[in-house]
């Protein structure tokens, strides 16, 4: 019977070790699938975050090429708009009021199409500032700070925070 119980004995450890390394082979599969897994997953989310980024890139992109494209179509007309002053300036001098109404409405037209477009007047007045001013002559300021604008000889613009002509002017000395 010692023999009996020894092999009975014997065949339930044998038997505990197959069922222990089954599963362990069973824990090791499903530990490399759960790795599998978080290494799927976490490509995906960076593709997720990189496909995000390029939508972000292209749509800024976007903005600036838009931008250009006004800021072009604005540098083609203030020179009309400089155009239409001059002629206002001579024909009010010669009295012709019909032609300075007609000019003065094709101007007023011209001017809200620009501030549609985001155009705004740079400012002139006050001290002069290189970042959107230009400075054309100097000259004694009567009762002038030095640096203030006297004159301005052409209006400037900006389109947002971007500067499309600066404003030349006349400055005290």
Do not use: C
């Amino acid at each position: 019977m010692t023999s009996e119980r020894v092999d009975t004995d014997e065949l339930e450890e044998v038997a505990d070790a197959a069922s222990f390394s089954e599963g362990q082979t069973a824990e090791g599969s499903l530990a490399k699938v759960a790795a599998e897994r978080d290494e799927y997953l976490d490509l995906l989310q960076r593709k997720q975050a990189e496909l995000e980024n390029y939508r972000k890139r292209a749509a800024r992109e976007q903005e600036r090429l838009v931008a250009h494209a006004n800021e072009r179509l604005v540098r083609e007309l203030l020179p009309v708009l400089d155009d239409l002053e001059r002629t206002l300036e001579a024909a009010e001098r010669h009295e012709e009021a019909a032609l300075v109404d007609g000019v003065r409405l094709v101007e007023r037209s011209l001017r809200a199409v620009l501030e549609r477009e985001g155009v705004v007047e740079i400012s002139a007045d006050g001290p002069f500032d290189p970042h959107v001013h230009e400075a054309m002559l100097t000259q004694p300021g009567e009762g002038a700070e030095q640096g203030t604008v006297l004159e301005v000889l052409q209006r400037g613009y900006r389109v947002g925070d971007k500067v499309v002509r600066p404003a030349r002017v006349i400055v005290a000395e």
